[in-house]
């Protein structure tokens, strides 16, 4: 296939049809059609410009009949028409265009609403990475505010230490839950309609917790509260691939990820201050606003980015016969024949989303592919852990010999904060390295997602290392400083292997970065979850916290050869489940268009 330098004025693809050895391409491109081949055509196959207006051009390419490999020739230029990667870095003086449909919740954005996302200036894609990097600060923040108060908040809701610590063991499920199902209406609906819903659900659910009178009450509207706030744990990642190309979107998800990685570190310093000086009700009035001032910059400054939801709308645009709302039957003169392909179009869409909204299956599927699954867990494993630290510092500092009241437990985590800062900003940048050497090593500059996982090999050992420091020293209480250093270098090596795994994760699933870090979340979350209850009984009931941190730390390092085996076995799993999807979407898109020939001829 043609690399991306020698076809630089494609910009969109609006509409693809493939029906056997043609397709019919629609595409915009920088200056107007006739300029370069831009489907990349095998040999003898045949391009012709059916019709063009202005910069649009409407391609038919044949393919030729008698080739022994026209199956796999087909394939490629399936792979790509349908691929993300259609979008590349835009020139710099290209003119940004207007969304061609605007819907009414995209109304009310400073920012303007494009049609190639990746379009937007340096500046616009930063605050767009700003806003979505704070959205995906809350649900965290609000986990861990108050972890601080666990030791002095029991008694006042009539709830012994493990009630207190289910608070955020159910709600880090509502993060692993939630995002199944935003990320599958964002696939349907787009990106800001998932983020607004979201973010009211979080603002009204915190106002609902700072009323709660008991604690099974608070509990229930905890759990709210982070289904609401779950939307910006999948759909970051989905909007950072949508505005950025892969070789840019390493550091790019370095910074989105300083959010959910610093909501759980300076949650406790916030909530420790709080509490001290407010009580524990004001805490949960803090999230409140917070969701409130998120709504408000999320409504202004993040448009509608979707790469998917803009084809569907340009194809729907460009075709009337597909997603037609005439009803002017001396035009169309088939008035009854829609209205039943339109019961049939609904009968379909409740049908899917019964079965992937209400069981989302299809986005747990992702987890059933090595490539995704066992990165997946090395960095739930990872996480885990971090919620064994965070979990365990309240109950263990606010005792003997150290006995600190929830201010200076808060200020306990700070350098934990500080090394998730360094890890998270020098992971992007050691990501994007890696891709830039393998661009340079290959003829097409062309890279294998995997490339990525060898940044991460600079974390692998600061993770168990800094678990075995904090775990020994702090039993021991000898001195206060050398926990702190452990949780430092746990914080460092955290980043440079999670950063550089969800980095991975976009680009393993092209066009679908948002429902595999989806599953990635439900597989993280919940570990992390399930690891924050057992911590604390743990410890409650007199386990020996260096040999527990000492545990988690061998099968942190166990589970990163997962990141080696990816690495080698990786480009043909993906291969594999490449082809295996798309001869199922092939099937598909052609009963489909039987359907639609019946009901229309």
């Given at each position: 296939?043609?690399?991306?330098?020698q076809?630089p004025?494609?910009?969109?693809?609006?509409?693809?049809?493939?029906?056997?050895n043609?397709?019919?391409?629609?595409?915009?491109?920088?200056?107007?059609?006739?300029?370069?081949?831009?489907?990349?055509?095998?040999?003898?196959?045949?391009?012709?410009?059916?019709?063009q207006?202005?910069?649009?051009?409407?391609?038919f390419?044949?393919?030729p009949?008698?080739?022994?490999?026209?199956?796999?020739?087909?394939?490629?230029?399936?792979?790509?028409?349908?691929?993300?990667?259609?979008?590349?870095?835009?020139?710099?003086?290209?003119?940004?265009?207007r969304?061609?449909?605007?819907?009414?919740?995209?109304?009310?954005?400073?920012?303007?609403?494009?049609?190639?996302?990746?379009?937007?200036?340096?500046?616009?894609?930063?605050?767009?990475v700003?806003?979505v990097s704070?959205?995906?600060?809350?649900?965290?923040f609000?986990?861990?505010?108050?972890?601080?108060?666990f030791?002095?908040?029991?008694?006042?809701l009539?709830l012994?230490?493990?009630?207190?610590?289910?608070?955020?063991?159910?709600f880090?499920?509502?993060?692993?839950?939630?995002?199944?199902?935003?990320?599958f209406l964002s696939?349907?609906?787009?990106?800001?309609?998932?983020?607004l819903?979201?973010?009211?659900?979080?603002t009204l659910?915190?106002?609902?917790?700072?009323?709660s009178p008991?604690?099974?009450?608070?509990?229930?509207?905890?759990?709210?509260?982070?289904f609401?706030a779950?939307a910006?744990?999948?759909?970051?990642?989905?909007?950072?691939?949508?505005i950025?190309?892969?070789?840019?979107?390493?550091?790019?998800?370095?910074?989105?990820?300083?959010?959910?990685?610093?909501?759980?570190?300076l949650s406790?310093?916030?909530?420790?201050?709080?509490?001290?000086w407010?009580?524990?009700?004001?805490?949960l009035?803090?999230?409140?606003?917070?969701?409130?001032?998120?709504t408000i910059?999320?409504?202004?400054?993040?448009?509608?980015?979707?790469i998917?939801l803009?084809?569907?709308?340009?194809?729907?645009?460009?075709?009337?016969?597909i997603?037609?709302t005439?009803?002017?039957?001396?035009t169309s003169?088939l008035?009854?024949?829609?209205?039943?392909?339109?019961?049939?179009?609904?009968?379909r869409?409740?049908k899917g989303?019964?079965?992937?909204?209400?069981?989302p299956l299809?986005?747990i599927?992702f987890?059933?592919?090595?490539?995704?699954?066992?990165?997946?867990?090395?960095?739930?494993?990872?996480?885990?852990?971090l919620?064994?630290?965070s979990v365990?510092?309240?109950?263990?500092?606010?005792?003997?010999?150290?006995?600190?009241?929830?201010?200076?437990?808060?200020?306990l985590y700070?350098?934990?904060?500080?090394?998730y800062?360094?890890?998270?900003?020098?992971?992007g940048?050691?990501?994007?390295?890696?891709?830039q050497?393998?661009?340079?090593?290959?003829?097409?500059?062309?890279?294998?997602?995997e490339?990525?996982l060898?940044?991460?090999?600079?974390?692998?050992?600061?993770?168990?290392?800094?678990?075995?420091?904090?775990?020994?020293s702090?039993y021991?209480?000898?001195?206060?400083?050398?926990?702190?250093?452990?949780?430092?270098m746990?914080?460092v090596?955290?980043?440079?292997?999670n950063g550089?795994?969800?980095a991975?994760?976009a680009?393993?699933?092209?066009?679908?970065?948002?429902?595999?870090?989806?599953?990635?979340?439900?597989?993280?979350?919940?570990?992390?979850?399930?690891?924050?209850?057992?911590?604390t009984?743990?410890?409650?009931?007199?386990?020996?916290v260096?040999?527990y941190?000492t545990m988690?730390?061998?099968?942190?390092?166990?589970?990163?050869l997962?990141?080696?085996?990816?690495?080698?076995?990786?480009?043909?799993?993906r291969?594999?489940?490449?082809?295996r999807?798309?001869?199922?979407?092939?099937?598909?898109?052609?009963?489909?268009?039987?359907?639609?020939?019946?009901?229309?001829?």
């Amino acid at each position: 296939m043609t690399s991306r330098q020698q076809r630089p004025e494609l910009l969109a693809v609006a509409a693809a049809c493939h029906v056997g050895n043609e397709i019919h391409v629609q595409c915009a491109h920088a200056e107007g059609p006739g300029h370069g081949d831009l489907t990349a055509s095998p040999p003898r196959a045949q391009l012709t410009v059916i019709e063009q207006q202005g910069n649009t051009a409407d391609l038919f390419l044949r393919l030729p009949e008698a080739t022994e490999d026209l199956e796999n020739q087909v394939d490629a230029h399936k792979k790509l028409i349908f691929s993300e990667e259609l979008l590349p870095a835009p020139a710099a003086a290209e003119v940004q265009r207007r969304a061609l449909i605007i819907r009414w919740i995209d109304r009310g954005t400073l920012t303007p609403t494009l049609q190639n996302p990746r379009t937007y200036t340096k500046w616009q894609k930063m605050s767009i990475v700003l806003v979505v990097s704070l959205a995906s600060f809350s649900a965290p923040f609000a986990s861990n505010i108050m972890m601080p108060s666990f030791p002095f908040i029991g008694p006042r809701l009539k709830l012994n230490s493990t009630g207190v610590s289910l608070t955020t063991t159910l709600f880090l499920v509502a993060l692993g839950i939630g995002p199944l199902y935003h990320a599958f209406l964002s696939e349907r609906f787009g990106r800001r309609p998932v983020y607004l819903g979201g973010f009211v659900l979080y603002t009204l659910a915190s106002v609902a917790c700072a009323l709660s009178p008991t604690g099974p009450t608070l509990i229930l509207f905890r759990f709210i509260q982070a289904f609401g706030a779950s939307a910006a744990q999948c759909l970051g990642i989905g909007t950072i691939a949508d505005i950025y190309i892969p070789a840019e979107r390493g550091r790019a998800t370095g910074f989105w990820f300083l959010g959910p990685i610093l909501g759980p570190t300076l949650s406790p310093l916030v909530g420790g201050a709080i509490y001290s000086w407010l009580g524990w009700r004001a805490i949960l009035w803090t999230t409140a606003i917070f969701g409130a001032i998120l709504t408000i910059l999320i409504i202004l400054f993040l448009p509608e980015t979707s790469i998917k939801l803009k084809t569907t709308q340009s194809d729907s645009n460009s075709n009337p016969c597909i997603g037609s709302t005439t009803t002017d039957a001396a035009t169309s003169g088939l008035d009854h024949r829609h209205t039943i392909l339109s019961t049939k179009i609904l009968y379909r869409s409740v049908k899917g989303t019964f079965n992937y909204g209400v069981w989302p299956l299809g986005t747990i599927g992702f987890l059933l592919s090595p490539s995704i699954f066992l990165p997946a867990f090395y960095s739930s494993v990872c996480f885990a852990s971090l919620y064994a630290l965070s979990v365990s510092t309240p109950f263990i500092f606010s005792e003997k010999p150290f006995v600190f009241k929830s201010v200076k437990i808060s200020l306990l985590y700070l350098p934990t904060c500080v090394g998730y800062c360094i890890g998270s900003v020098l992971g992007g940048y050691l990501s994007d390295w890696e891709i830039q050497k393998a661009k340079a090593k290959s003829e097409n500059r062309t890279y294998a997602p995997e490339v990525r996982l060898k940044s991460a090999r600079w974390g692998i050992p600061l993770l168990p290392s800094g678990l075995i420091i904090y775990g020994w020293s702090a039993y021991k209480g000898d001195t206060l400083v050398v926990p702190l250093i452990g949780g430092f270098m746990f914080g460092v090596g955290l980043m440079l292997t999670n950063g550089t795994i969800t980095a991975f994760l976009a680009d393993a699933v092209p066009g679908k970065s948002a429902s595999v870090v989806a599953a990635y979340n439900a597989l993280r979350n919940i570990s992390a979850g399930l690891t924050a209850a057992v911590t604390t009984m743990a410890i409650k009931s007199g386990l020996h916290v260096g040999w527990y941190m000492t545990m988690l730390a061998l099968v942190s390092l166990f589970t990163s050869l997962t990141l080696e085996v990816v690495q080698v076995f990786g480009p043909r799993w993906r291969k594999t489940a490449q082809q295996r999807a798309e001869r199922e979407a092939e099937q598909a898109r052609l009963a489909q268009c039987k359907d639609l020939t019946k009901e229309l001829v």
